[in-house]
């Protein structure tokens, strides 16, 4: 499940970061603890010892939200498919993907992208609830009672999971209120002395007060914050909204295919980037950003080549395009696979515990950067 959370855990819980943040030196995090006193990686040492070798470029593919194929940092090492002619609508290399020059989409469709998705557990409820809704439970078989029993706990997992998410919901909604009030209060503008002069007109809006001033003092622009609390208030209206409707028509609709058909591998579109990249693009500044050329951060290695693998919404990620999408790099040459996403429900599991066997099989690596 891929949710924008960059400022959003700062706000809704105080800590002291100001000592910590002022004086990061750039790149702290290739740096060693032994070394240069930071708590860093050593990558920077570990280069060191690599001196006079010969490097061999490795393929990485990112299964997460899409890449900017274009970010300025990260263009000269995107992946390119040696077997592709870009946009001749010709599968060149007959791996069953059409134009597939950079990597390949599961979420996407002929003109649309998946963008938000409900999560798991609410797919689940609806297809089982919508078994046993009008259902004499009197009449029950001893395997159709087992099967109730589980939908019963299905049902109270998801009611208790929609609470949450309306109630993180209401949380962010109160935030991005507090943005507008503040807006409104100093002629259309929010800004830092904006805040500090705005007088809360009750507790809650003094600890949101606090807690702003303290995002702001640490650097954040006001713009960022702004659109940061905008956009995961957005997220979170569309989650809540996609776990009461019916999700799978949504994805059959833009994707084309059916959600439920576990053998069908070739299906999506190669529209890479998608319409939220951001946290993919940020995975694959850490992995490969190219280094020493005073753009942004650099990376972690030199000698690396990212594909990109969009499979990861905002929302809860489909197990057979999280199987599909390792399949994919695998087979396209990818030795190392870096996987985003994680969710507590996970009904087609064995398609993934089978995808991994395969790239096992294949000496790939594959690291499983978040998960719940």
Not at 260 to 274: A, I, K, L, P
């Amino acid at each position: 499940m891929k949710l924008r959370i960059i400022v959003v855990g700062i706000i809704l819980t105080i800590s002291n970061l100001a000592t910590a943040q002022k004086h990061t030196p750039k790149n702290w995090q290739l740096l060693d603890p032994a070394a240069d006193k930071v708590y860093g990686m050593g990558v920077d040492e570990a280069y060191k010892l690599l001196k006079g070798k010969t490097p061999k470029t490795i393929i990485v593919a990112v299964i997460d939200s899409g890449v900017e194929t274009d970010h300025e940092d990260l263009k000269d090492v995107i992946w390119t498919n040696p077997g592709e002619i870009p946009n001749n609508k010709i599968d060149d290399d007959k791996n069953g993907y059409v134009d597939d020059v950079h990597g390949w989409s599961f979420l996407g469709g002929k003109t649309e992208d998946i963008n938000y998705e409900a999560y798991e557990i609410a797919r689940m409820y609806r297809i089982k609830n919508q078994k046993f809704k009008n259902v004499d439970t009197t009449k029950l078989s001893v395997a159709q009672t087992k099967e109730y029993v589980e939908y019963k706990k299905l049902k109270a997992d998801y009611m208790k999971e929609k609470a949450q998410y309306e109630g993180q919901l209401a949380s962010i909604s109160m935030l991005d209120n507090f943005v507008q009030t503040v807006r409104i209060k100093n002629h259309g503008v929010f800004s830092k002395q904006a805040v500090k002069k705005y007088k809360p007109r009750n507790k809650v809006e003094k600890k949101i007060k606090k807690r702003f001033k303290l995002l702001l003092a640490l650097g954040l622009s006001e713009k960022e914050l702004e659109n940061e609390l905008s956009e995961t208030r957005k997220t979170y209206e569309n989650m809540v909204r996609l776990n009461t409707e019916n999700a799978d028509s949504i994805r059959q609709a833009i994707v084309g295919d059916n959600p439920y058909d576990t053998v069908n591998r070739f299906y999506g579109c190669n529209r890479v980037e998608g319409p939220d990249a951001s946290h993919g693009t940020h995975v694959s500044g850490i992995i490969g950003a190219v280094r020493g050329n005073n753009i942004g951060m650099d990376g972690i290695a030199n000698n690396v080549s990212i594909m990109s693998i969009r499979a990861v919404p905002n929302g809860d990620e489909r197990d057979k395009d999280i199987a599909n999408a390792i399949r994919y790099a695998v087979d396209n040459g990818a030795k190392v696979i870096n996987m985003s996403f994680g969710k507590y429900y996970s009904p087609n599991k064995s398609m993934i515990d089978e995808a991994v066997k395969y790239a096992a099989s294949k000496d790939v690596l594959l690291v499983h950067a978040a998960g719940k």
